[in-house]
């Protein structure tokens, strides 16, 4: 098959995107060719069969301009070559932009989104594509016919636990991914851990909270988590280090002991699944019920900082043993039902059969 793929950003070092190289990468292994036309490029490295065109956000260039630039660079691919399927990797606004011209030339158009957030862009672009698909029930939340859940795409051969013989930490050490968002309630981990040490002041922790803030927003919540650290006299436990490159993670999974998610996305966090697939025990949001199921219920919280302080303090109780055994139960769930071998397998085995559905009408 030969692909054209819409992507937000193809940046292999994009501390947030990275992945979507390794998607690439992965798909590629089943496609004959793949076009990929991203929003803003970086660090390429993909296949000999994929080719990667950027309408040049990382330049600088405008929004009108980037419209004109997509339709450059969608106009001269189309006429190079047929392809069988588009798929928009989070990008309704290119499927949106697409869509009539591949309407015409018979290209259907599956459409991946897996967020909470829902608009009239979204509406229409989901009115246009074909199929959506996406990681959960609570990954896409307009109801339609369309809707295909398929789950996340983890490299469970890149994110894999450390290797045996590693010397633990002799500080136990906490962790958190992902950007500095008020939606992400860092605030709550900062306040627990200041119950941990008050409960038990012998307890030898440390935090380290990995992200960066992007908006003004989120600048000003930055401030506000410093101000906190500092007001609970946690200056020399709470490490703040910025955010770090897709491939450095692993080597930050390695180096915890648990990780911490109370994201109130509503959906599957992509950075919990991998801390998960490394072995890490985690604690993590209500909207990890389903897939913890009954038997590890315990790790999920609803926020609530005592609750987070007694789930903190009985990991940091266990043995090494204990906790690798934990983290392997973690491990397989992910394997099994969110691995990128996985995911792989289900998008072209819905590519074909809506290439196949299209091709009736």
């Given at each position: 098959?030969?692909?054209?793929?819409?992507?937000?950003?193809?940046?292999?070092?994009?501390?947030?995107?990275?992945?979507?190289?390794?998607?690439?990468?992965?798909?590629?292994?089943?496609?004959?060719?793949?076009?990929?036309?991203?929003?803003?490029?970086?660090?390429?490295?993909?296949?000999?069969?994929?080719?990667?065109?950027?309408?040049?956000?990382?330049?600088?260039?405008?929004?009108?301009?980037?419209?004109?630039?997509?339709?450059?660079?969608?106009?001269?691919?189309?006429?190079?070559?047929?392809?069988?399927?588009?798929?928009?990797?989070?990008?309704?606004?290119?499927?949106l932009?697409?869509?009539?011209?591949?309407?015409?030339?018979?290209?259907?158009?599956?459409?991946?989104?897996?967020?909470?957030?829902?608009?009239?862009?979204?509406?229409?672009?989901?009115?246009?594509?074909?199929?959506?698909v996406?990681?959960?029930?609570?990954?896409?939340?307009?109801?339609?016919?369309?809707?295909?859940?398929?789950?996340?795409?983890?490299?469970?051969?890149?994110f894999?636990?450390?290797?045996?013989?590693?010397?633990?930490?002799?500080?136990?050490?906490i962790?958190?991914?992902?950007?500095?968002?008020?939606?992400?309630r860092?605030?709550?981990l900062?306040?627990?851990?200041?119950?941990?040490?008050?409960?038990?002041?012998?307890?030898?922790?440390?935090?380290?909270?990995?992200?960066?803030?992007?908006?003004?927003?989120?600048?000003?919540?930055?401030?506000?988590?410093?101000?906190?650290?500092?007001?609970?006299?946690?200056?020399?436990?709470?490490?703040?280090?910025?955010?770090?490159?897709?491939?450095?993670?692993?080597?930050?999974?390695?180096?915890?002991?648990?990780?911490?998610?109370?994201?109130?996305?509503?959906?599957?966090?992509?950075?919990?699944?991998?801390?998960?697939?490394?072995?890490?025990?985690?604690?993590?949001?209500?909207?990890?019920?389903?897939?913890?199921?009954?038997?590890?219920?315990?790790?999920?919280?609803?926020?609530?900082?005592?609750?987070?302080?007694?789930?903190?303090?009985?990991?940091?109780?266990?043995?090494?043993?204990?906790?690798?055994?934990?983290?392997?139960?973690?491990?397989?769930?992910?394997?099994?039902?969110?691995?990128l071998?996985?995911?792989?397998?289900?998008?072209?085995?819905?590519?074909?059969?809506?290439?196949?559905?299209?091709?009736?009408?």
């Amino acid at each position: 098959m030969r692909l054209l793929l819409f992507n937000l950003a193809t940046d292999a070092d994009d501390p947030i995107l990275g992945f979507t190289t390794r998607w690439i990468s992965a798909l590629a292994e089943h496609m004959e060719s793949i076009d990929v036309i991203t929003m803003r490029s970086g660090k390429i490295e993909v296949p000999k069969n994929v080719r990667v065109h950027s309408v040049g956000k990382e330049k600088g260039y405008s929004e009108p301009r980037r419209a004109i630039e997509f339709y450059r660079i969608l106009g001269r691919l189309l006429t190079e070559q047929h392809y069988d399927v588009c798929f928009a990797h989070m990008m309704p606004l290119f499927a949106l932009m697409a869509a009539p011209l591949l309407r015409i030339l018979k290209i259907p158009i599956v459409l991946w989104y897996a967020h909470k957030s829902v608009n009239a862009l979204l509406r229409l672009a989901t009115f246009l594509v074909d199929e959506v698909v996406t990681s959960t029930q609570e990954g896409f939340r307009i109801p339609s016919s369309k809707v295909q859940v398929i789950g996340q795409g983890i490299d469970t051969g890149k994110f894999a636990p450390k290797q045996e013989g590693t010397s633990p930490n002799q500080t136990f050490t906490i962790l958190t991914v992902g950007r500095l968002s008020p939606i992400k309630r860092v605030e709550l981990l900062i306040e627990a851990v200041a119950l941990c040490k008050e409960k038990h002041p012998e307890l030898s922790v440390r935090v380290k909270i990995v992200g960066a803030a992007a908006t003004d927003t989120d600048k000003f919540y930055e401030a506000k988590l410093f101000s906190l650290v500092k007001k609970y006299h946690m200056q020399t436990i709470v490490i703040f280090t910025g955010s770090k490159s897709y491939e450095q993670l692993v080597h930050v999974y390695h180096q915890a002991d648990c990780f911490v998610n109370l994201s109130e996305t509503g959906s599957i966090d992509k950075a919990v699944l991998e801390a998960m697939s490394c072995g890490l025990p985690v604690i993590t949001n209500p909207a990890f019920t389903n897939l913890l199921g009954t038997d590890l219920s315990h790790w999920v919280i609803d926020g609530n900082p005592l609750k987070l302080c007694d789930r903190l303090l009985l990991l940091a109780s266990m043995s090494e043993i204990e906790r690798c055994k934990l983290g392997q139960q973690l491990r397989n769930i992910v394997v099994q039902e969110h691995s990128l071998t996985g995911l792989c397998t289900k998008l072209v085995r819905e590519f074909k059969s809506v290439k196949k559905l299209y091709q009736k009408k």
